[in-house]
């Protein structure tokens, strides 16, 4: 996280001579890999949630028998401030093994944040973990920050084996409002809803990560079980003191009301 925007990206392997003394089975028949052999489109930095690729150019740099060899990506341009990216490597399989007309199997992958970035977190969960609530409760989880409008929420939140419908959203709470297709939750359930940080998206590409060991919800795990009642009918005496405790009572109102309105923006 705070990666410079005009920094190079680099990907190291080890020496052929470090490769010669560990002895491995593998190198001796396969060899290490030939990275003259990677594609400039081999090498992928793309930021998170787009599609864009970010032009550049590749060299190879060390590589003889006793120093590391590696593998630079130059950007053509500074990388854009406050941004979310991944880079992939060889998922093309563009490299070869050096002892073997074989292709290299695999592919290297990973996030980093450029200077500026703060990434979404979660401030509010509801029903509460472990609360007991009627079928009828929608799923609500609010965050720091805007959301993107141009999906639908598909898959953001999950609930164990229930369908849910696409997401609503409350504008003044930031808040994110999914409720089960059909009649409702199933009665006399125990129930994991699960966030998934590698989808929700924030309005300017933020996201869940990097996850975070600590705050209102573990984001290194974001998952957490309630239970529901018989039917409407049956309400927990804890369950409007809840509601409260949350801070989503004024969502819940809202929802009620029918005043909330549809997360993906045409």
Partial sequence: QGVPLHSEL???FRSAAELEAEGSYWNDILGS??????????FQIREKFREEVVDGRISVRGGDDSTPRVVVFTPSEALGPGRHYRVTVNRNRSLWHSRSEERVQGYLSWDFFTVGYKPLRI???YPRPHSRVPPSTPIIVSFNRELFRGSDGSGWVTVHGVGLKSAAYDEASKSLVVEAQGPGLPPLASLQVR?????VCGACGESLLPLQAHGILKTTSMRWRFFTTHGRSEVSRYYYNNAESA???PILKRYQEGRLTPLHKA
């Fill in 123 to 125: 401030t509010a969960i």
């Fill in 195 to 199: 966030v998934r940080a590698e989808r």
């Fill in 247 to 249: 801070g989503v009572a």
């Fill in 10 to 12: 680099s990907v190291s």
């Fill in 33 to 42: 890999p030939v990275l003259s052999t990677l594609l400039a489109t081999d």
